[in-house]
């Protein structure tokens, strides 16, 4: 072969390799295998206000796989151990709402605070970050104890109960045989009215799981819009 041919063709296959390196890591996650996904956040930010110090503040973070691709939480750090997050484990869908759910404890806190909680996915970029900020202020002579202020909570509604009750990480439902094979939307919100997931299904199977490992201990409900039926409200505990 000539020389000159043989040199083209190898400046040319090095092109045709560059291109499909560049395609291949496209396509891969920062974290260096698998395909990213979009995550949306409702708000990124809760501001707690002005606090004791002692106080125990919880906040749910609400968001949604937007994209295409399975969203995975690899892991959620506090910025210190005074800030602890809990999130779901399992691969969130496409589509799919999920939450997690920050605790800051500011005992032995004082002043204006600025917590940050980082979340590592398969995004791009890998990393999206959650801010809890307020002020904290002395706390009065009243002892050592934590102090946890519990939110007030909406009228329990008139609501069938799911088994197993209570639960403490995954809750599973037996769905009716009516509504096998239809299509469903569902959503659990806490009694407190937050949004902690949301799932479109496209073909109702016989049990529905949750991933619930993650949620505060307490009450709520779940509602069930089955294709052509009325929906239907029933509620359930987390225990912890």
């Not at 959650?130 to 002395?138: D, W």
Request: glycine share 8%; charged share 25%; aromatic share 8%.
């Amino acid at each position: 072969m000539n020389p000159k041919i043989l040199k083209g063709f190898s400046f040319f296959l090095f092109i045709v390799l560059c291109f499909i390196g560049y395609r291949s890591t496209a396509q891969i996650s920062p974290h260096g295998e698998g395909p990213i996904t979009i995550m949306e956040f409702e708000r990124e930010e809760y501001d707690f206000g002005i606090i004791e110090e002692g106080t125990m503040v919880r906040q749910v973070y609400t968001f949604t796989n937007i994209g295409t691709e399975p969203l995975i939480l690899i892991n959620v750090k506090g910025s210190c151990g005074c800030t602890v997050p809990q999130w779901p484990r399992d691969p969130i869908a496409p589509g799919e709402t999920a939450s997690l759910t920050v605790e800051f404890n500011s005992k032995g806190k004082r002043g204006k605070r600025k917590q940050r909680v980082t979340i590592t996915a398969n995004t791009n970029p890998s990393q999206t970050y959650l801010y809890l900020k307020g002020e904290i202020k002395p706390k009065e002579e009243s002892g050592d104890d934590l102090v946890i202020i519990q939110p007030e909570t909406e009228e329990k509604p008139n609501c069938l109960n799911v088994y197993p009750n209570p639960t403490s990480d995954v809750l599973r439902m037996e769905m009716e045989k009516n509504a096998l094979g239809l299509s469903a939307i569902i959503s659990i919100h806490s009694y407190k009215g937050e949004l902690m997931a949301a799932r479109n299904i496209d073909e109702v199977k016989p049990i529905l799981e949750f991933d619930v490992r993650h949620y505060p201990a307490g009450s709520y409900t779940i509602t069930i819009q089955v294709e052509g039926q009325t929906a239907e409200t029933r509620c359930f505990v987390v225990a912890k």
